[in-house]
């Protein structure tokens, strides 16, 4: 059964708790890209299956959460989202985020170590650079057309939303909002480091992340660093979403209780 931390990361907002409790020894965290919600992983527990409790991150300003206010900034999206995730940290915790979700779990995963209060045991990015690797793309600042036909570019479940009206009035102010947040979030020069496992999954055909800027996360952890590419471009998770579990799953089972202290370097 989930313990009463589990229980009180349930309640928050910013959580959408496993269907059941399923007791299991590790909790799996899941950020969505830009422009996406928790939804996005509603298949993840059933492959996943027994290795890990699975939790997906519910962005401000989208489903459940569409009358409240978008963040604006990385800090005003992962200040709260560490204050929600340190109660889950009783247990060992992994963190899996694709695209902008990748760079929203590595800044969590700062602040959580910022405030003594532990990390996640092992990070997993997707389909996202390095953070000093990023690049902005000024799409913000420009008209709708232009940031419809780049969500089309990229392709996944958004893209077929923007075919019907209603649905990319709901959807279009969380995209223009996520990629201003992207650009004002800075590259860095020098990552700061995690003494946590990396590990990058990327398509091997996507245009929008270059392969070298996919393993530039081997800064983060230079001696616990692992990449494994899918055929497929930046949404190659949903055709490959049984074989990237599999993969998720066995890295969940290696991951073993110990202290939470884990400072970064």
Known sequence: MTGPSGSAAARS???????????????????????????????????????????????????????????????????????????????????FGHSMGASVAYETALRLAD????????????????????????????????????????????????????????VLPAIRSDYALLDDYAPKARPRTLDIPVTAYYGTHDEHVAPDAVHAWSEISPDRFTARGFDGSHFYLVPHATALTEDVAARLTAVTPRPHQERTR
């Open 13 to 95: 907002p910013w959580l959408r708790a496993p269907a059941t409790a399923s007791g299991a020894p590790v909790r799996l965290v899941c950020f969505p890209h830009a422009g996406g919600a928790a939804s996005f992983f509603r298949n993840w527990p059933g492959l996943i299956g027994p290795a890990a409790e699975v939790y997906a991150v519910r962005y401000p300003g989208r489903e459940d959460r569409i009358a409240e206010p978008l963040a604006r900034t990385m800090e005003e999206l992962t200040e709260p989202l560490a204050d929600a995730l340190a109660p889950l940290l009783d247990r060992p915790v992994v963190f």
């Open 115 to 170: 405030r003594g209060t532990g990390t996640p045991a092992a990070l997993l990015v997707s389909g996202r650079a390095a953070p000093h690797r990023l690049v902005r793309n000024g799409l913000a600042d420009q008209d709708d057309d232009a940031l419809v036909a780049d969500v089309r570019r990229r392709g996944g479940p958004l893209a077929e939303a923007l075919d019907h009206p209603d649905l990319l009035d709901l």
